[in-house]
């Protein structure tokens, strides 16, 4: 089946400017991740969804971040006023019910430039 | 800070040479272990899993990895590499407190010299 979508896969945007990245999980997993990966880096954990709530947005830097489920399939992250520091890449995942003993399945990932 | 290291940023080994890459960790009480492989052009993808038992774990693709509790280490083996092995592998630790987040180490990129 359909692995985890993610869109777009590269967005280039102003220092300032709002942006929205979306994710597709699975079809019919409960549990949805944010990541985010500095160069060098390995992912960071940023917020979990479990179904329409999300369950722990203690990853999110600071409250221009903000993600939704609303209908607890697509996700979307919303960052306003972008910085460069920003730039990253923004990783989705998701998992059959949640819980660390469920696989992640990683999507392809939102390459974010901020100029 | 707590932390998960993986201490080899860069390997580049000939095809049929052994492998090992590290990956320490600094959480006390019981963890989960996970390494994690990204290929070129694909997604992160899960390698392998330690939750209990038998501390040598067997993952896809013939690797296999240690959970050493006394050294907070669980390194990731192979005895002859290929060169599709080449990728970037992850090391990942969920911590004691949670029971879903990961904690990620910075990545190991692996080149095999065919």
């Known amino acids: 089946g359909a692995g985890v979508s993610q869109t777009p896969s590269n967005k280039v945007t102003e220092k300032g400017k709002y942006v929205e990245l979306r994710c597709d999980p699975i079809s019919g997993h409960t549990a949805l991740y944010w990541y985010r990966q500095s160069l060098g880096q390995g992912p960071e954990f940023l917020i979990y969804?479990?179904?329409?709530?999300?369950?722990?947005d203690s990853g999110l830097p600071n409250d221009r971040f903000f993600a939704v489920r609303p209908e607890g399939s697509v996700s979307t992250l919303k960052i306003q006023r972008t910085e460069r520091g920003d730039s990253a890449v923004y990783l989705c995942?998701?998992?059959?019910?949640?819980?660390?003993?469920?696989?992640?399945?990683f999507g392809p990932g939102t390459r974010l430039t901020v100029l | 800070a707590q932390s998960v290291s993986q201490h080899n940023h860069h390997v580049i080994l000939s095809e049929a040479a052994s492998l090992e890459l590290g990956c320490n960790y600094s959480y006390g009480g019981t963890v989960n272990l996970f390494w994690y492989v990204q290929y070129p052009g694909q997604h992160l993808q899960l390698l392998l899993k330690?939750?209990?038992?038998d501390p040598l774990v067997k993952g896809i693709k013939g690797f296999e990895a240690e959970f050493i509790k006394s050294k907070f280490s669980f390194n990731l083996r192979k005895p002859s590499v290929q060169w599709s092995d080449t990728a970037e592998y992850f090391c990942?630790?969920?911590?004691?407190?949670?029971?879903?987040?990961?904690?990620w180490g910075a990545g190991t990129k692996l080149i095999i010299k065919p």
């Open positions: 969804f479990q179904g329409t709530g999300a369950a722990d």
């Open positions: 995942a998701s998992s059959a019910y949640g819980g660390v003993v469920d696989t992640q399945y």
């Open positions: 990942a630790v969920n911590p004691p407190d949670s029971n879903y987040q990961l904690i």
């Open positions: 330690y939750f209990s038992g």
